[in-house]
């Protein structure tokens, strides 16, 4: 058993010994997941551009389409600011120019909240007409097929507790790298 260990081991040593991004096993590791971190983001937005072509919401971007399912979470009206904070998101002013592309399509609405100065938007009845189109196609293609997969709502629940914790650490190292002075060149 120690020979099997020792072993596998160093094919993991193998596996990451030679790359800058991962000098260690646990550097390994934690590379692997970034890496696999990415493949998944794309393969998600591929999947949520074409969920929307077929589902009568062709020609919206993947944040468009991402922001008209937030705005309709809850059926309440959202501020840009509350879509920026429920996506971990810092950048306002693409939030609202994706905000007036979804009115001129008659997709959202803009209403004014009481007792607020900001505005809120909410879903048009289009918009929600197309938005349950895609919540059903997304259930027989997507959701249907996971049910297949051994244990598969407390692997999600997991993934999700997890995935929270890394964005939590990633945003704290990000704040901290801020006070970092660029390497530049001469260096």
Known sequence: ??????NRQQLDEAHYRAWHLARSAHEANSTDFEWSVLRFQQAFERWIIQLA??????????????II?????????????????????DDIPNIQYCLRKLVKMKLC???KETGNK???YEVTEKGKQLTNSYAEV?????????????????KLREATKVISLLTGLYDEAGRISASYSPIS???
């Open 118 to 120: 900001t505005s809120a």
């Open 69 to 89: 399912h937030v705005i309709r979470m809850q059926d309440r009206p959202k501020t840009a600011a509350s879509i920026a904070r429920q996506l971990n998101r």
């Open 185 to 187: 060149a001469d260096r």
């Open 1 to 6: 058993m120690v020979t099997k260990q020792k």
């Open 138 to 154: 997304r259930r027989e293609i997507l959701t249907e097929q996971t049910k297949n997969i051994d244990s598969v709502d407390e």
């Open 109 to 111: 609405r803009k209403v």
């Open 53 to 66: 072509e077929i589902t009568g919401l062709a020609g919206l971007s993947y944040v468009e389409i991402i």
